[in-house]
Every structure is written in C-alpha cells, then in structure tokens.
C-alpha cells in the first residue's frame, strides 16, 4: 500500500462515506458484543444467525456495502455496548431502529424471517414497560432521556470496522488539527470547551495540555488511563471496547497538541476484551498510515502502546500508573513537580482518562462553542455513568452534565425494582460518597456534587434501596480500601486498617458510640495527611454514611441490632406453663442470663441475652419462644 | 508451552517489559517460581528483589500454583449490593476450603475475589477461566463447578 497523504486520506474519508449510504439501504443487524451481551450468548447469536442466512441463500457482508453487493442482502455487525445491559442480549435492527432484547439463539430464525424479510414485529422480544410496548429503539424510555456524544457510535458501529469509524467522520479531527491548526490553538480550543478531566478529578483538560506545551523537553508522552477500577464503573470499559478508535484520535490529537511523539494506554487486566479491541484498532490505523512515522507526509509522528495492568487499583492514580508502565511497583509519589512537568519516565506527560480522550475528536471538529451548548456552564458536554445495584434498568447511561439525579434513576433507570423505596446512591465509588433523597433534585456536576460531599468520580452509580444497611456498605468500601493501599504511606497503610477493624466492628453489634467519634477523628487525620488522591479520599464513604445515615450506625453501637442486618429484633422467652424448672437451659447459657430455682420457673434476662440460641436447643420440654418484636 | 527462555526472548532487554513478561509467564505456568523469577532478573540486569517486589505488588500474580481453573467471584459494589458474597461463601464450602487456602485439595480448582469485573449490568456476576457467568446465585454457581468436574472425569 502506498504512503497515505493528506489527499489520499480524504478519498478514503470519501469511498468510506458512499461505502456507509450505500450501506444504509440494506437491512444490518447489529449484535452487541460488550462484555454483557457476550456473557449473556450474543457470539452464538452472530453465529446462527449467520448460518440462517447461508441455508436461505442470503449473501451476508461484515463490512461496509461494496458496489459489487446484490441488493438483496444482509449485513451482520458485532457492535460495541448498547447500554441496556440488564436486557441483554440485544439486537438492533436497521434501517427500522428495532430493538430486541433477551435474544436467544434460537430466536435467530424468526428474526431473520420475520422482522429482516418482511419487517413484522416479533412481540415477545419487544422491551415493555407499564404496558407499553416499545419496538424502536430511540422511543424506550432508557433511551430516551440520553444525548449520546461520547457513546454515539458504541452500539451502532462495528467496533473493529476503522473503514466505519472513518466515514463517520473519524480522524477528521486529527486531520484537521494536524494540518489546519496550530499546537496552541489546539489547547486553545480545549481549553474554551471547557472540557474537564473525566476520571474523577475535573481538571481542566485543556489547561493540563498547554501546560505540557510549553514543557521543553526531548521527549514527551501521551498516557490514557483505562484502569477503570472504582467497583461498580464500566464506563471506560465500554467505550475501549465500542469505539476504540475515538480513544485512539483523541491521545493522536493531544500528541500534536503538544509534541509528544509516543502514546501509552493502560488498561486494567480484568478488561480482556477491550484489549483485544484497542490492539486491533491500533492494527489497523498502523496499516493505513495514520499511526507511525510522518503521518500523511505532515513530519509529525505517533506511536502507541497498550499496557496491561495487573491488578492494582492504586494503579489508576497518576503517578502510580506511570510508574507501573516503566515496570516497577504502582506507587503514588509526592507531588508536586505534577505529571506535565515529570511524568512517564521523568518527561513531560499529559495524561487523560479514557472518556476525556473520547471526548476531543468532536470538540475540534465541532469547536468550542458546540461543546459548551451542551451541559452546565462550569461543567460543559456530557457525563456517561454506569447504573447498577438495586435498580430496574441497570446499564450505562450519557447525560448532559447537571442532569439530576431523579432523572437518571427514576426516569432513565426506571426506579428500584420490588417496589422498595430508594435510600442511597453511591456516586464516585470508593473515593466518593453517597447521596441520599434530599440530593434527588441536584444538577450532577462536578462543583455542586463536591458541595455535597461527594464526586463524580469516573462515573459510577450504585443505586440502594431500603434493604441496605450504610454501616456496611461503609466497611465493604473500607475493606475495598485497605485491601488496596499500596502501603507507601502511614495514614493510608495503617490508618485504613484501623478503621476497618471498627466498622467491623460496629457491623458485628459489638463497637460504641465512642467508635463513632474515632472514625470520624480517624477520617480526618487520613484525609488531612495521606500522600495521593486515593488515601484522601478513602474516608469519604465513611464520613458521608455516618453523615447522612447515623441511624444506621446507632442501630448496630446503641441497640446491638440491626434490624437490616439482623432482621427483625427476636427476644426469647421462657414459657411458665412449659417450663418443668430442669435448670438445662441456665446451665448452656453462656452468657449466665437465665436465673431461676430449680425445679421453680426459669427466667431470661433480656438485657444479658445475645440471641444465640442454647437455652432453646437444651430445653427437654420445648419452654422457650422466640417472639418476634415490633 | 514455552519455556521461560522461550518467553523472554519475544521481550526486549528492557526493565519496563517487566510487567509484561511477568504476565506471560503466570497466563502460561499460571505462577511464579523462585527459579523463573530469578531467570527473569538475569534477563533483565536487574535485581531479585526488584523482581519479587513487582510480583508480590500486583493482585494478579501468584508465587504459588494454582489449581487446573480459576473461579473469580466478584466482589464489586455492584455485585455486593446484589448478594455476591453468599455466592462465595457456598462455592468456599463446596471446595471445602478454610483459612487462607484458596485451591482445593485435589488441585482442581482455585477460588478468588476480584474487585470489579466491569459486568456491573450483569450483577452478581463471576468467572470462570475469564468466562463471565452472568446473574449467578449460590445453587447456579455450584451447578457450573460440577458440570467442570464432569467434563474433566470425562477425559
């Protein structure tokens, strides 16, 4: 293949884009192949439904539409994440934008038959809700409320198809950054967009480039962190495995924005999939000559790597992320100097997460002004967050920045399922907090969420309903935590360890109210004086639950019972009528609450009795209730 | 298999493929021996113990073998707000497994945590030899285990 140049690239562009429309008048169906859906069985889908297709002598294309194609035909695409992952596997048909969900193998049949051929609706795998059928796509209620820039093509493209990527448009922006804008007006435009860090921390993008900029230095590095490793996010996840290349433009984009020649991207080793997708994303922009040296003849040259994580969570802070791609043990180190000053390998590094990169290719497309139409003025474009936990619609949702948070779970996620009532919302995972029914009505962005004590995090939203106690949801972060500190600092290594010993503790009905006092001491000194971002933030789940749900924890310090935990409180009795005055059960008592004569009647001290249960196994005579309270 | 010379000749002399090689040789011998540990080091002019400090760092490398498959149960938030740990508990005591012991006795399988599979849609959510096995409980998890110890008494 000849050397791509810039006009050579824009005939691509051109054939990709006739290649697309003359695609668009044949019926495709698209398969979702996230890790969802393939867990769900969407490849044995792909699979028989092509084998449908070869028994009825239907000719089947994967690609884009040639010339030579006949009319009647199919064309059948693995696409990345749709999103609904609670009902999936899903398959989408075009051009009439129907949906199925909970497809089956054996379903493949009747599809083809029915809805490709002659465009009847097959009921049963219509989605529904309060009755209401909704065969098209863009009417569920899920989809509805969404406005899908950064996911736009996850779920309608082939992730692995870069001829598809491109005609919609793909690497126009790096085509146009590369040659019709210089390296300042490019931070410029980032900056002016107003786009902010989407990993958790809301910098400034934009500022964090230009910074990198004026750096003078022989070597510079791009670094996309894909170590998406709050429990409970998969957004990252989706979008490396959905639209790759979006990624890939992105980091392309910040290189000649700020003249770094070589790009990494670390991915968690628990995303196989997604490194599967990059590798072969970055294949394939190899092979057209949009990656490597001097690109379309511009003299301006990109390599990219993918690095494996290996399973460290503190790995997706900064400076523990670039030390783990030079090979060495993932811990954080004191900043300043910041990772635009000494990054990778003591060079100048900009580095962005996943959705931020993602989100470049449109803004220099599109411009600034685009970008700020969408959101809230101090937190421009969209947010796309991961729903799950104990709600109806779980799945991964994109909404303008200062959406609330009513809107997300009850209008997008449908509510809680089991008509239970809604009680908390973890947002931002274990360095976030929680928010409760008060904050239902509060625009998501990154300045009001920090007002209410929590973040938005990379975007994970774990919804609870009243069946789940704080207290424990508190420990399970904390362990999470303490399992995770790298054990570089004191008041993260041993700090954390101490208060996981109390919430654990305080779960077993066994703390006081005096642990009350010494986790919130404790959370301050750790916040106050660990050495990264992860440390400070580790508190925050504990701080924000005995916060907003004290209750919860009095429960377990002041009544020993928890009626979440615990269920219902239970007190024993012993039944005078029954009891023949043996003495067995004050004997087995542990906790000598029993007192009585023998051969008289036995008596259970309530204020003694631990519930455990002895004196009801030991008695001859059957004596002993448990009566359930009020 | 390759042998571990065979491995680390596709990676470059260099300390930053550390990471890299160490993968490989646990996806292959699924551990890390003394001995391979210490050929890697050779390999790349750096010490032991820099080697070891990596290897003991990272969740996914094990200094012990593992058994024949490796059930991860998930323990995200997601997953724990949707009972994944009476899944765990179950799967624990069907291998009859206490303490820190994580493989069973007949070296069959090994039964572990993992923070976050990002299957979150598909809560609780578990692996099998990096399979996801969607919407398990305890009954449907022991069920996949014993269908694994048919197909292995099979062959």
Redesign the interface.
């Known amino acids: 293949m000849s050397k791509l140049t810039r006009e050579s690239f824009r005939v691509l562009t051109e054939d990709a884009k006739q290649a697309l429309a003359a695609s668009g008048k044949i019926p495709s169906v698209l398969i979702c192949a996230g890790?969802?859906c393939?867990?769900?069985g969407s490849m044995k889908i792909y699979e028989n439904l092509k084998k449908e297709c070869e028994a009825r002598g239907l000719p089947v294309y994967v690609g884009l539409k040639h010339d030579n194609e006949e009319e009647k035909s199919l064309h059948i695409k693995m696409s990345g994440c749709h999103g609904f992952?609670?009902m999936?596997p899903l398959v989408h048909i075009e051009p009439m934008g129907i949906m199925y969900i909970h497809v089956k193998p054996e379903d493949c049949h009747e599809i083809l038959e029915k809805t490709v051929l002659t465009g009847e609706i097959i009921e049963r795998l219509v989605y529904t809700r309060d009755g209401v059928a909704y065969p098209r796509q863009q009417d569920i209620p899920f989809y509805k409320k969404q406005h899908r820039v950064v996911l736009a093509n996850c779920g309608t493209s082939d992730a692995e198809d870069v001829q598809e990527y491109i005609a919609k448009g793909g690497y126009g922006a790096f085509e146009k950054a590369l040659f019709e804008m210089t390296d300042e007006e490019i931070c410029k435009e980032i900056t002016d967009s107003g786009l902010r860090g989407r990993g958790g921390g809301g910098f400034p993008a934009g500022r964090k480039w230009d910074g990198a900029r004026r750096q003078n230095a022989e070597q510079k590095y791009i670094v996309c962190n894909g170590d998406?490793?709050?429990?409970?996010?998969?957004m990252d996840?989706s979008i490396m495995e959905g639209n790759p290349h979006s990624v890939i433009e992105g980091m392309m984009i910040a290189g000649v924005a700020t003249g770094a020649t070589e790009g990494y991207i670390y991915v968690?080793?628990?995303?196989?999939l997604a490194v599967d997708r990059l590798r072969t994303a970055i294949a394939k922009a190899e092979e057209l000559g949009l990656l490597g040296e001097d690109i379309m003849g511009s003299g301006f040259s990109f390599h990219l790597h993918i690095?494996?994580?290996?399973?460290?969570?503190v790995c997706g802070e900064g400076s523990a992320l670039t030390a783990?791609?030079?090979?060495?043990?993932?811990?954080p180190r004191v900043k300043p100097p910041r990772t635009i000053e000494h990054g990778l390998w003591a060079m100048p590094t900009v580095l962005n997460n996943v959705e931020t990169f993602a989100n470049v290719p449109g803004i220099i497309t599109n411009g600034a002004a685009w970008y700020r139409s969408i959101g809230t003025e101090k937190s421009p474009g969209t947010k796309t967050f991961?729903l799950?936990?104990?709600v109806v619609n779980?799945?991964?949702v994109e909404v303008p920045m200062g959406t609330t948070l009513r809107e997300v779970i009850f209008d997008i996620g449908g509510g809680i399922p089991d008509g239970k009532k809604f009680k908390a919302v973890?947002i931002g995972?274990p360095s976030g907090g929680c928010l409760t029914e008060e904050h239902l009505d509060m625009p998501m962005d990154f300045d009001s969420l920090k007002r209410a004590g929590a973040i938005i995090g990379s975007g994970?939203l774990?919804v609870?309903d009243e069946d789940?106690c704080m207290a424990e949801?508190a420990r399970?972060?904390m362990h999470?935590t303490q399992?995770?500190s790298?054990g570089k600092c004191t008041p993260c290594r041993e700090g954390t360890k101490r208060m996981l010993e109390i919430l654990e503790r305080i779960v077993k009905n066994e703390g006081t109210l005096e642990d009350l006092d010494m986790l919130e001491s404790l959370s301050d000194t750790i916040t106050d004086t660990a050495l990264c971002g992860l440390g400070q933030t580790a508190c925050k789940p504990v701080m924000s639950t005995l916060r907003h749900f004290r209750e919860d924890y009095l429960h377990h310090v002041v009544d020993h019972h928890c009626p979440i935990c615990n269920g219902r409180k239970r007190r024993l009795e012993i039944q005078p009528d029954l009891c023949k005055g043996c003495g067995k059960c004050a004997k087995n008592c542990p906790m000598e609450a029993i007192s009585g004569q023998i051969r008289g009647v036995f008596h259970i001290d309530n204020e003694k009795c631990i519930h455990c249960g002895a004196c009801w196994g030991a008695c001859p005579f059957g004596a002993i209730d448990a009566i359930e309270e009020e | 298999m390759e042998t571990t010379q065979q491995i680390l000749s596709r990676f470059a002399q260099?300390?930053?493929?550390?990471?890299?090689i160490?993968?490989e040789i646990q996806t292959q011998k699924n551990y890390l021996s003394q001995e391979d540990m210490t050929t890697v080091a050779e390999y790349l002019d750096i010490s032991v113990s820099a080697v070891y400090?990596?290897a003991t760092?990272?969740?996914?490398?094990s200094l012990e073998p593992k058994g024949k498959h490796i059930i991860k149960v998930c323990?995200?938030?997601?997953c724990?707000?949707?009972k994944s740990q009476p899944i765990f508990d179950a799967l624990h005591d069907y291998l009859g497994l206490t303490g820190k012991r994580k493989t069973s006795e007949d070296g069959m399988f090994t039964l572990e945590t993992?923070?976050?599979?990002?299957?979150?849609?598909?809560?609780p959510?578990m692996t099998i030899d990096?399979?996801?096995?969607?919407k398990m409980n305890p009954d449907l998890a022991i069920a996949e285990l014993d269908k694994i110890r048919e197909k292995e008494a099979a062959k």
Do not use: W
Not at chain 1, 228 to 234: I, K, L, M, R, Y
Not at chain 1, 324 to 331: F, Q
Not at chain 2, 114 to 123: I, R, T
């Open positions: 890790t969802g393939i867990a769900g992952c609670e999936g998406e490793g709050d429990p409970g996010a998969f996840r968690r080793a628990e995303y196989p690095n494996r994580g290996a399973g460290a969570f783990s791609i030079e090979g060495k043990r993932g811990m991961a799950t936990g104990n779980t799945g991964l973890q995972g994970g774990v609870m789940t949801v399970f972060f999470f399992n995770e790298c | 260099d300390r930053a493929q550390l990471i890299a160490l993968q400090s990596v760092f990272y969740e996914n490398f323990d995200g938030t997601a724990h707000v949707r993992v923070a976050c599979l990002g299957a979150c849609g598909l809560a959510a990096g399979e996801v096995h969607p």
